[in-house]
Structure formats: structure tokens, C-alpha cells
Antibody, heavy 123, light 107 residues
């Protein structure tokens, strides 16, 4: 069964760097049809896609946050890591990791999600 | 970036009603459109992918249609467990973007 679980700090201070880890099971990060995205959702707002990574190490980032984000993976331990620098109170949100399925028609969708982790940015 | 606009932002409906939610893309996205359902405190759940394909284990009362810039999600007969917020999301280009959501409330 496919699961994803986010872990990381619940509270960070402004200007600090946030590091989040997504540990996956039930699929391999080396599967060419699958990738992992990070998506965040501020309280009461819509989800916002942040970044993704695929088995071939292909990476993409949000246009507005690109300079602050780094995504990486360690296939051997089934983990994907997201780093976000220079945190601000406006970055307070629930952060989710989600599996991306790339189907045979070239469609991409988030078919499994982690439970999410609420990160609060405050001094 | 492609902007996704949903309407309405919220609606009130009764059990058994037919509900339609609209999503419009700021440029053509072919059928690269997905729909998610989110309940309070939970992660979004995939309902429909590729505009009209029903995700496994999702009840057939959910259906999606559209292509190009205009899409709809229809719930044919609203059930108590369907009261939630629904989001569309485009997978045509990077960055992936979501609509602002439609909250379906009990009338």
C-alpha cells in the first residue's frame, strides 16, 4: 500500500531555513512513471504547488519561490527532501508531499498524498 | 503561469441534488485537468484526472467533462459525505496551479 509521510519542524523563526522530509513506501522513487511533489496550503486557502522531482532527477520549481527552494531525493532510503530558505510568517501553511503518477497518455496527477505537516513561522 | 478560476466559490445544496462546479483556465490546457476533494483537516483526494477519467474507488456519481479552457465537475446526486471543498488543478505546464476552490455546504 502506498503511503507518504512528511516530517520536519512545526515552528521555525523568520529568516531560518525549513527542511522537510517526505518518506515514501509502497513504491520506488526509481520508478520512471512516478515522482514526488511538495504542495503547501495556508490556512483557509487553496493548495499551492511548490516543486517536484522524478526518478531521473528531473526537478521543477514554483515560479515565485524558485530562488528559495531546493528539492532532492535519496532513492536508497525512499526520501524526498525540500529546503526553503529565508522563511517568513506568510509561509505558515500545511506542507504536503504527494505522489505524481505519469500515465501512458502523458497525464500527470497527484494520486496519493501525505497527511501534511503544519509549519508555523513566528519569532 | 496558467490561472485557474473556479465558480462558484461556494454553494449550498441538499442531499440528492445535482451539483455542477466550473473551472476555467487562462489558456488552453487540452484535457490536462484534475479534480480533488478536500475535507477539513485532511489532504486533498484525487477524484477525476485527465478531465473525465474517474479515479479508482471514486463513486460514479462524480463525473468530469471539458477540454481546452472550460471544465466541469458534476455530482449527480449529492450525498452527505460529499460536503467538502473541491479544487481543480492543471497539469499542462509548470508551474502546476490550482483553482481557488468551491465549498459545497449543506442547505
Amino acid at each position: 500500500q502506498v503511503t507518504l509521510k512528511e516530517s520536519g519542524p512545526v515552528l521555525v523563526k523568520p529568516t531560518e531555513t525549513l527542511t522537510l522530509t517526505c518518506t515514501v513506501s509502497g513504491f520506488s522513487l526509481s520508478n520512471s512513471r512516478m515522482g514526488v511533489s511538495w504542495i503547501r496550503q495556508p490556512p483557509g486557502k487553496a493548495p499551492e504547488w511548490l516543486a517536484h522531482i522524478f526518478s531521473n532527477d528531473e526537478k521543477s520549481y514554483s515560479t515565485s519561490l524558485k530562488s528559495r527552494l531546493t528539492i532532492s531525493k535519496d532513492t536508497s532510503i525512499s526520501q524526498v527532501v525540500l529546503m526553503m530558505t529565508n522563511m517568513d510568517p506568510l509561509d505558515t501553511a500545511t506542507y504536503y508531499c504527494a505522489r505524481i503518477l505519469r500515465d501512458s497518455y502523458g497525464q500527470y496527477y497527484f494520486d496519493y498524498w501525505g497527511q501534511g505537516t503544519l509549519v508555523t513561522v513566528s519569532s | 503561469d496558467i490561472q485557474m478560476t473556479q465558480s462558484p466559490s461556494s454553494l449550498s445544496a441538499s442531499v440528492g441534488d445535482r451539483v455542477t462546479i466550473t473551472c476555467r483556465a487562462s489558456q488552453t490546457i487540452s484535457n490536462y485537468l484534475n479534480w480533488y476533494q478536500q475535507k477539513p483537516g485532511k489532504a486533498p483526494k484525487l477524484l477525476i484526472y485527465a478531465a473525465s477519467s474517474l479515479q479508482s474507488a471514486v463513486p460514479p456519481r462524480f463525473s468530469g467533462s471539458g477540454s481546452g479552457t472550460d471544465f466541469t465537475l458534476t455530482i449527480s446526486s449529492l450525498q452527505p459525505e460529499d460536503f467538502a471543498t473541491y479544487y481543480c488543478q492543471q497539469s499542462y505546464s509548470i508551474p502546476r496551479t490550482f483553482g481557488q476552490g468551491t465549498k459545497v455546504e449543506i442547505k
